[in-house]
Nanobody
Framework: QVQLVESGGGSVQVGGSLRLSCVGS???????????MGWFRQAPGKEREGVAG???????SYKESVKGRFTISQDNAKNTLYLQMDSLKPEDTAMYYCAVLGRPGCVVVPGSTAWMVYQYNYWGQGTQVTVSS
């Protein structure tokens, strides 16, 4: 059974940092088959939105408002996806989710938002991030 478990959320003040982790179990990232992974967030009363995406070649793309502040990375040996969040703002407050799409040829094009609407196979349960001023 495939599972994604996020952790690392919490409450911080404006300008603070958090690192989110997403550990996958029940499958193995396969660079030979291709995959895309992403971090998404949803604030109360708002639509879920893509924050950062990465593919098995290490290509990344970010939501415009988090560029230069957030960094997505992965450790395939640990089946773990990370999101380093610096210079946090109140508008970053949301529930953050990780997602995985295992699909040959899946790519994340830097600067493109296409990865945000891929049909991801698996989702985590979310971790809450709250930024206060």
């Amino acid at each position: 059974q495939v599972q994604l478990v996020e952790s690392g959320g919490g409450s911080v003040q404006v300008g603070g940092s958090l690192r989110l982790s997403c550990v996958g179990s029940g499958y193995t990232y396969s660079t030979s088959r291709g995959y895309c992974m992403g971090w998404f967030r949803q604030a109360p009363g708002k639509e879920r939105e893509g924050v950062a995406g990465v593919d098995n070649d290490g290509n990344t793309s970010y939501k415009e408002s988090v560029k230069g502040r957030f960094t997505i990375s992965q450790d395939n040996a640990k089946n773990t996806l990370y999101l380093q969040m610096d210079s946090l703002k109140p508008e970053d407050t949301a529930m953050y989710y990780c997602a995985v799409l295992g699909r040959p040829g899946c790519v994340v094009v830097p600067g493109s938002t296409a990865w945000m609407v891929y049909q991801y196979n698996y989702w985590g349960q979310g971790t809450q991030v709250t930024v206060s001023s």
